[in-house]
């Protein structure tokens, strides 16, 4: 998985399909980066990822819940129609961003 | 009756995505357009991901079966387990009620609004069948 932290925020860059198959591990992945980097900022940048169902749609939910409770931000960064049509369905769409700049 | 395609695949996390390329596969070839199977494709995915976590509480010893048919230009998919089954079909079928831990409690709801038609049958301690029907737009 590829990642860069810069400015006290963790970019990871998505790839694949974020279904059941690929959220179990990835959830733990990337709990561990943003603990081994110290930081609650978190940047998923899923340009790469050409599907995502609920599951996928959950574990990005739990980061958001997580982020929550810390006072941290998260932010989900460029996302094509088909995942982008999920994120609206889901009443999501408040974690996307076109740019991918992260505010507060 | 027209095509036919059933899969029987064991219960694992992995066989999601197995379930949604087939499914995809299969109505290629009956005049969907790209949106439309990308639909199916999720559709698809939150009913095997339901048979496992659910129906099988993610016993990958057990096996949910795909069954895709052309019946007449309407895309027919069954998703099939003989897990622990649904108590209140109803209530599971609301956007946001969920029995695990984070998990959304939207696959129903992904489920009907990308399919024409869907229908829920359970018996506790039996399983499930979810029927979903798809036709192309375009035709």
Same mark, same amino acid.
């Given at each position: 998985?590829e990642y860069?932290?810069?400015r006290?925020?963790l970019?990871v ?6 279904d ?15 603990k081994e ?24 939910l ?10 941290g931000?998260?932010?989900v ?10 994120f ?17 | ?12 996390? &992995? *066989?999601?995505? !197995?379930?949604? +390329?087939?499914?995809?596969a ?9 949106? %439309?199977?990308e ?12 048979a ?15 069954e895709?048919?052309?019946? &007449? *230009?309407?895309? !027919?998919?069954n +998703? ?7 108590e ?5 079928? %609301?956007?946001t ?7 959304m ?12 038609e ?11 069948i ?8 375009l035709?």
């Amino acid at each position: 998985m590829e990642y860069n932290y810069e400015r006290m925020t963790l970019t990871v860059f998505l790839t694949g399909d974020l279904d059941l198959g690929v959220c179990s591990s990835l959830r733990q992945e990337i709990k561990d980066l943003l603990k081994e980097n110290y930081t609650d900022r978190l940047i998923l940048d899923v340009s790469a990822v050409n599907f995502i169902d609920s599951t996928g749609l959950g574990m990005i939910l739990d980061f958001y819940k997580m982020m929550g409770k810390s006072g941290g931000r998260i932010l989900v960064c460029g996302a094509k129609a088909t995942v982008k049509n999920i994120f609206i369905l889901a009443g999501m769409t408040f974690l996307l961003s076109e740019g991918g700049r992260l505010y507060g | 009756m027209g095509n036919k395609a059933k899969l029987i695949l064991s219960a694992t996390e &992995d *066989n999601v995505a !197995v379930a949604r +390329i087939t499914a995809a596969a299969f109505c290629g070839q009956m005049g969907f357009t790209v949106s %439309e199977v990308e639909e199916i494709k999720v559709a698809v995915s939150e009913g095997i991901t339901n048979a496992i976590i659910h129906g099988y509480n993610s016993d990958s010893e057990r096996e949910v079966i795909l069954e895709l048919i052309d019946d &007449d *230009n309407t895309l !027919v998919v069954n +998703i099939i387990d003989e897990g622990v089954g649904i108590e209140d079909v109803e209530k599971a079928k %609301e956007a946001t009620y969920t029995t695990v831990d984070g998990r959304m409690g939207l696959g129903f709801v992904f489920m009907s609004t990308f399919s024409d038609e869907m229908e829920v049958v359970s018996e506790v301690g039996e399983g499930t069948i979810v029927t979903l029907k798809k036709r192309p737009s375009l035709l």
